[in-house]
T-cell receptor
């Protein structure tokens, strides 16, 4: 069984809707939780990170971590067609280079 | 802006060939990483390096080796390519002072082994 589970989608939403993405994990030692965005034919880029439990907001993006449930979420408000991408959750116990990734969820925002 | 450049976008090789994937970063980063990305599996760490001439195994090192002779260049080597090594290979780098800096990824090399 994989350490990090993520539904691959695709997830299709109309422009302006809220996008809700999530991952579950099994290793309780994970401390840093990240969301990467990957556009087609590009490498992933870091969108947000959270240390331990709690919420973090950055513009239209909100990341949540619930360590008791081993569950993390990313919400995108007022979604735009430019948000169409694959979103990968990633997590680590310490080193940000040694990440465990989810499979990625493909998001399509239709105008 | 940090730039991580991978030498080839697409590569087609035959089973048993020795394959070199090259990666260069231009921001004097200490740390460099090789991941592979497969549908349904996400990214998996193959090898990484925290310094020149230093290398450490990641989660799936079997069938691969690496070389880091210069700080800016990190090469992934498939000693004898096999069909199960068909994948997207992504190189990444990070600054290196705390080991808690974000990764900068290249655009990837799609390798097909026939």
């Amino acid at each position: 069984q994989k350490e990090v589970e993520q539904d691959p989608g695709p997830l299709s939403v109309p422009e302006g809707a809220i996008v809700s993405l999530n991952c579950t994990y099994s290793n309780s030692a994970f401390q840093y939780f990240m969301w990467y965005r990957q556009y087609s034919r590009k490498g992933p880029e870091l969108l947000m990170y959270t240390y331990s439990s709690g919420n973090k907001e950055d513009g239209r993006f909100t990341a949540q971590v619930d360590k008791s449930s081993k569950y993390i979420s990313l919400f995108i408000r007022d979604s735009q067609p430019s948000d169409s991408a694959t979103y990968l959750c990633a997590m680590t116990t310490d080193s940000w280079g040694k990440l465990q990734f989810g499979a990625g969820t493909q998001v399509v925002v239709t105008p | 802006d940090v730039k991580v450049t991978q030498s080839s976008r697409y590569l087609v090789k035959r089973t048993g060939e020795k394959v070199f994937l090259e990666c260069v970063q231009d921001m004097d980063h200490e740390n460099m990483f090789w991941y592979r990305q497969d549908p349904g599996l996400g990214l998996r760490l193959i090898y990484f390096s925290y310094d020149v001439k230093m290398k450490e195994k990641g989660d799936i090192p079997e069938g691969y080796s690496v070389s880091r002779e210069k700080k800016e260049r990190f090469s992934l080597i498939l000693e004898s390519a096999s069909t199960n090594q068909t994948s997207m290979y992504l190189c990444a780098s990070s600054l290196g002072s705390t080991r808690r800096e974000k990764l900068f990824f290249g655009s990837g090399t799609q390798l097909s082994v026939l």
